[in-house]
């Protein structure tokens, strides 16, 4: 399809089992992102890349999240030893944006990962 | 760093009426663009319009429309002859300079009443 691609749509774990969720991007954009969205609350930023880098983790909110991308297209973040309070819409997008300054490229979203930690 | 507010939890419509969703921001920047998106419940968030700072025209998209205050950092987000699938969460969102990601407000829901 031409739109942003997660998967898997909704999933559902155990307290304290990792887990791993996907993103394809739109192809041909270097920009990628990733925010948590928790219930009734807005989007939180967590990782951006730029092509396979990720200059900007700052959003990480502990040291059981990370994230990697290859081949400047598919992208995967990585829960390890979830938690009740990891529960939320995990939310991915990408854009044309280098990174350089204000483009006004918008950016562009996945349908995202609903998780749910029992 | 940037901070987005949209001061308005719920909001509802009449269908066929007007609303208009409000957003304030803080920044030091003195270029920048500004964006509205739409959260229905299928989660997708949907870029309804964009507003360039640099511009003094308001920007519009057919039925939506924005009030651009730069001097005030005010952002609101009008919508006219509202229909029932305008019913979603609206999030107003600003880009970080630099690698543009986004800080977003807290949102606002809107309903139609039919």
């Known amino acids: 399809g031409a739109g942003v691609s997660q998967s898997p749509s909704n999933k559902v774990t155990e307290k304290g089992k990792d887990v791993e969720l996907r993103c394809d991007p739109i192809s041909g954009h270097t920009a990628l992102y990733w925010y948590r969205q928790r219930l009734g609350q807005g989007l939180e930023f967590l990782i951006y890349f730029q092509g396979n880098s990720a200059p900007d983790k700052s959003g990480l909110p502990s040291d059981r999240f990370s994230a990697e991308r290859t081949g400047e297209s598919v992208s995967t973040l990585t829960i390890q030893r979830t938690q009740q309070e990891d529960s939320a819409v995990y939310l991915c997008a990408s854009s044309l944006s280098r990174g350089a300054g204000y483009s006004n490229q918008p950016q562009h979203f996945g349908d995202g990962t609903r998780l749910s930690i029992l | 760093a940037q901070t987005v507010t949209q001061s308005q939890p719920e909001m509802s419509v009449q269908e066929a009426e007007t609303v208009t969703l409000s957003c304030t921001y803080d920044?030091?920047?003195?270029?920048?663009?500004l964006f509205w998106y739409k959260q229905p419940p299928s989660r997708q968030m949907i870029l309804v319009i964009r507003q360039e700072a640099y511009k003094q025209q308001n920007a519009t998209e057919n039925r939506f429309s924005v009030n651009f205050q730069k001097a005030a950092k005010s952002f609101s987000l009008k919508i006219s002859d509202s229909q029932l699938g305008d019913a979603a969460m609206y999030f107003c969102a600003f880009p970080n300079f630099g690698n543009e990601k986004l800080t977003f407000g807290t949102g606002t829901r809107l309903t139609i009443i039919p």
């Open positions: 920044t030091s920047e003195s270029d920048y663009y």
